[in-house]
């Protein structure tokens, strides 16, 4: 083989390596970096060994407001739906007219529950819901000849429960609540920010509240 054959030989070599590197630069091109886009309804666990990846399954993503849990018309589902609309249920919430916590109570209603430390009852979950439950006691017991005088009647519209009418009493208290119901709705009481007890007693109606003793004297303890 000449000189110069070799030379062609190794000009055709260099061409052909020439070629497959440009070919892969090509293609590599094409494959971008990417960023990990942060989702919503991506978690991931590290409490347990290993990783635990939950995403939403496709009948999942067809709903749009989900509410979870679900706990229907349960007591559960009423502290859930009352403070939610109280504070979003959010317990450190003080409003603009001074109501404090996840029901949003005013500090002389405190003080007939028996709590006299503002900024204790703010630091402590556990303290407000025992509040919120002795306040329906005391509305359960104000308000029992009413509730059994007119539970399952319809007035102005609305169906009366008892679980209404102490939401009701939460938001206004007690005496309005009788008010509204003895001018068979007539009267339309409201509070300081325009919402009204009718308001309440329709979108509170129906739930569970059986199990709360009416008890005029109830303390938190």
Known sequence: MTA?????GMSKKWYFYS?????????????????????????????V???????????????????IPQTGKTFTGFKQALSFKESQGRYNLVNTL???GKYQ????????????DSAAFMNSPHLQEKAFKALLAI??????????????????????TESGLLAAAHLGGSGSVKKFLK????????????????????????????HIVANGKAKVK
């Open 4 to 8: 110069l054959e070799k030379q062609i």
């Open 19 to 47: 070629c497959i590197a440009l070919i892969v630069a090509i293609i590599s091109s094409g494959f971008k970096p990417f960023e990990v886009e942060k989702m919503n309804w991506f978690y991931v666990d590290h409490a």
């Open 49 to 67: 060994e290993g990783l635990n990846y939950t995403v939403p399954t496709q009948e999942e993503l067809q709903y749009v407001n989900l509410n």
């Open 98 to 100: 001074g109501y404090m």
């Open 105 to 116: 109570f005013g500090v002389g209603t405190l003080r007939t529950l028996g709590i006299t």
């Open 139 to 160: 509305n359960k017991h104000v308000l029992k000849n009413e509730i059994e005088k007119y539970k399952g009647k319809t007035i102005n519209g609305v169906i009366i």
């Open 183 to 210: 001018s068979n709705g007539k009267r339309a009481l409201k509070d300081g920010y325009g919402t009204s007890l009718k308001s309440y007693i329709k979108q509170f109606g129906g739930y569970d509240t059986s």
